[in-house]
């Protein structure tokens, strides 16, 4: 039998800042809904929330946007990090070397800054700090999967005339690679989505074709990965309680997986509560082309 071992970890998505207009309606579903716990203001963003040992992981500001603002990714080796900022500016962008203040709001050793093609502003850091103890999550248990595989992963659309680019700017800059693609043709409209891994999650990030013009909202949703899976029953069972509007109903994923359900926030965008994804394996052989989101369930109730 050949030695399968886990893929290296070289990234992880360190935190996700948002832009929502309401947030108080926003801090009481990261409450109560989600089961995070708030963490300390940072420059830009007064509301912050913990799943783990990190001091954040999830940043929200107030304003009319209803989007993702920021995306954090985490380096752990400085060549890493030199790489990855010779590589985006080799591309054309500019990359800003964050100053000693910011990666002090930040917590990190080293910071820089460059905008994606569809206008998120990444934060490439190294020396996230941690903190001596995750925060209690009594709504969780067990806690959240964030060890050696980050906070989570994001999904986001953008237009089909960046889409390329997008990709060129994820594979070739970041160095992203991809686990597999999705394909599904709805007669009149086309959704194409390509998942990409930076450690042993299935996937950290994906992106997705806006199958009608330009979108209104980039971010489609972000994921959270309980370490059991009655995290995932216990969160369900409180959106129930709550009337907080299911989009997806509980079901598992094709690709990855994934055994879940997706919420609404508050802000629009979704939130998936997930458990059981499949992990990355070196080499990775599992690249292909899947023409369904689900083997079974995730029926909107919307």
Not at 64 to 80: Q, R
Not at 119 to 145: A, C, H, K, M, T
Not at 188 to 204: E, K
Not at 213 to 236: K, Q, R
Request: proline share 6%.
């Amino acid at each position: 039998m050949a030695d399968v071992r886990l893929a290296p970890t070289r990234l992880e998505m360190a935190y996700l800042g948002v832009e929502v207009s309401d947030p108080d309606a926003t801090r009481q579903f990261n409450r109560d809904i989600l089961g995070l716990a708030e963490g300390p203001a940072k420059q830009g963003y007064p509301f912050t929330w913990r799943l783990d040992d990190a001091p954040y992981r999830l940043l929200a500001t107030e304003g009319p946007k209803n989007d993702a603002t920021v995306l954090g990714i985490e380096t752990f080796e400085e060549p890493v990090f030199d790489e990855i900022t010779k590589a985006l500016s080799t591309l054309g962008y500019a990359v800003e070397e964050g100053s000693a203040a910011a990666c002090s709001d930040r917590q990190v050793d080293r910071l820089a800054r460059v905008t994606a093609p569809w206008g998120l502003v990444i934060e490439l850091v190294l020396g996230f700090q941690r903190l001596s103890s995750p925060p209690d999550l009594p709504e969780v248990p067990g806690g959240f999967l964030t060890a050696g595989v980050g906070f989570g992963h994001m999904v986001f659309e953008v237009d089909a005339s960046i889409f390329e680019t997008s990709r060129q700017f994820l594979e070739t800059g970041i160095g992203m690679e991809r686990s597999d693609s999705l394909f599904l043709d709805l007669g009149d409209i086309s959704l194409r989505g390509i998942f990409y891994h930076c450690n042993p999650r299935h996937h950290s990030l994906a992106l997705g074709k806006a199958p009608m013009g330009p979108p209104s909202v980039h971010l489609n949703h972000f994921m959270i990965e309980t370490c059991e899976v009655d995290g995932v029953g216990a969160a369900y069972e409180r959106v129930l309680a709550a009337g907080t509007p299911i989009r997806a109903g509980l079901g598992r994923h094709d690709n990855d997986g994934m055994f879940s359900f997706y919420v609404e926030s508050p802000a629009g965008f979704q939130v998936e509560v997930g458990w059981g994804a499949i992990v990355i394996t070196d080499p990775w052989e599992g690249d292909r082309e899947y023409d369904r989101g689900s083997r079974w369930g995730h029926v909107s109730h919307v």
